[in-house]
């Protein structure tokens, strides 16, 4: 079954971390690019980060410097993590994991991570 699955958000304080998980089930995921998007309250879904297959990394000017994405093959699976430093409140949104570019069909429930005091 092709899938994805987001996991490891939560709530934390700002100047804290975080570290998601996307366990991507399905071959295609093996050897496209992927990355990690967001969705705040009321806004647009926006790009975080991307990895290629080998491994080369961008990132949103707004997460450059603390957040970090990587990837590695568990089994069958394609994992995918976004490692999230020096959190701030502006960082708050359900983020997703997905292709990159994003593909309609493989859009998941995402992960809810609340920056908050």
């Known amino acids: 079954q092709v899938q994805l699955v987001e996991s490891g958000g939560g709530l934390v304080q700002p100047g804290g971390s975080l570290r998601l998980s996307c366990a991507a089930s399905g071959s295609i995921f093996g050897i496209r690019a992927m990355a990690w998007y967001r969705q705040a309250p009321g806004k647009q879904r926006d790009l975080v980060a991307t990895i290629t297959s080998g491994g080369i990394t961008n990132y949103a000017d707004s997460v450059k410097g603390r957040f970090t994405i990587s990837r590695d093959r568990d089994n069958a699976k394609t994992m995918v993590y976004l490692q999230m430093n020096g959190l701030k409140p502006e960082d708050t949104a359900i983020y997703y994991c997905?292709?990159?570019?994003?593909?309609?069909?493989?859009w998941g429930q995402g992960t809810q991570v609340t920056v908050s005091a």
């Open positions: 997905n292709l990159y570019p994003g593909s309609r069909t493989y």
